[in-house]
């Protein structure tokens, strides 16, 4: 089934934005920003988490997180190891959600209208994917510019 794949991605890539903030030799440098780069890789974590927990979390595990979207991006000096747990944590709700979808739950409009239009929860579950993606290359791309 479709979700057994996406769970396998989600948790792949997740272990990749893990190994990249393992590869700052600097934990503050995780924070770090400059003219060309608005984001550090931290708050870009933040954000996932956020994101992740509120969309596949919330809206198909049921969980009762609470997102703030403003802390994912002000929120400053997070620990390292905080950050990991916290993508840990992320990884165990999507694979407790997700299994709770079926072939028919995945063909059903998404139950939040997030994009421009509505879609079903197997083409949000693939946009979030491919975002989660987006940040992962842009965290690489920050701890490379960062330190060098």
Same mark, same amino acid.
Do not use: C
């Given at each position: 089934?479709?979700?057994d794949?996406?769970?396998?991605?989600?948790?792949?890539d997740?272990n990749? %934005?893990?190994?990249?903030?393992?590869?700052?030799?600097?934990?503050?440098n995780?924070?770090?920003?400059?003219?060309?780069?608005a984001?550090?890789?931290g708050?870009?974590?933040?954000?996932?988490?956020?994101?992740?927990?509120?969309?596949?979390?919330?809206?198909?595990?049921?969980?009762n997180? %609470?997102?703030?979207?403003?802390? !994912?991006?002000?929120?400053?000096?997070v620990?390292?190891? %905080?950050?990991?747990?916290?993508?840990?944590?992320?990884?165990?709700?999507?694979?407790t959600?997700l299994?709770?979808?079926?072939?028919?739950?995945?063909?059903?409009?998404?139950p939040?209208?997030v994009?421009?239009?509505?879609?079903?929860? !197997?083409?949000?579950?693939m946009?979030?994917?491919?975002?989660?993606?987006?940040?992962?290359?842009?965290?690489?791309?920050?701890?490379?510019?960062?330190?060098g």
């Open positions: 089934m479709i979700t794949t996406l769970t396998a991605l989600f948790e792949r997740l990749r %934005v893990i190994n990249e903030l393992h590869l700052y030799r600097s934990e503050t995780i924070w770090r920003t400059e003219k060309a780069i984001n550090s890789a708050n870009l974590a933040l954000h996932l988490i956020g994101n992740l927990n509120t969309y596949i979390g919330k809206e198909i595990g049921k969980t997180y %609470v997102r703030n979207r403003e802390l !994912e991006f002000s929120l400053k000096d620990p390292r190891q %905080v950050l990991i747990q916290q993508l840990n944590d992320t990884i165990a709700i999507i694979k959600s299994k709770l979808l079926t072939d028919e739950d995945l063909n059903k409009k998404y939040t209208l994009l421009t239009e509505a879609t079903t929860t !197997e083409f949000f579950l946009h979030l994917l491919s975002h989660l993606n987006y940040h992962l290359g842009q965290i690489n791309y920050h701890r490379r510019w960062i330190e």
